[in-house]
Nanobody, 125 residues
Framework: QVQLVESGGGLVQAGGSLRLSCTAS????????MAWFRQATGKEREFVAAIRWSGNNTYYADSVKGRFTIARDNAKNTVALQMNSLKPEDTAIYYCVAPKRGIIVSVSENDYDRWGQGTQVTVSS
């Protein structure tokens, strides 16, 4: 059973930066990929970024490419999302997620069965 706890959200002005962190417990962290999703008020949940178990392969939504960086530390069971050049449209609840067994990387929320409680990111204009 994997448990995920996010931290690091907050309020920031447009153009600023935030770093989200997620700590995992339970299932062997280094054996599976991790991802971040987000959900803005009134909108569907969307894929943000993913990283494979080794940390050598990363994937990003077009909307955040070049601004966000996902990284992991398998020794500490953590995955981080560094968010730079934030825009008001980045405002959302951000979720750390782990995939179902057998899924390597996916942009579909249906392929993830472990979700953190979410952390609010608000970007003011």
């Amino acid at each position: 059973q994997v448990q995920l706890v996010e931290s690091g959200g907050g309020l920031v002005q447009a153009g600023g930066s935030l770093r989200l962190s997620c700590t995992a417990s339970g299932r062997t962290f280094s054996s599976y990929s991790m991802a971040w999703f987000r959900q803005a008020t009134g909108k569907e949940r969307e894929f943000v970024a993913a990283i494979r178990w080794s940390g050598n392969n990363t994937y990003y939504a077009d909307s955040v490419k070049g601004r966000f960086t996902i990284a992991r530390d398998n020794a500490k069971n953590t995955v981080a999302l560094q968010m730079n050049s934030l825009k008001p449209e980045d405002t959302a609840i951000y979720y750390c997620v782990a995939p179902k067994r057998g899924i390597i990387v996916s942009v579909s929320e249906n392929d993830y069965d472990r979700w953190g409680q979410g952390t609010q990111v608000t970007v003011s204009s």
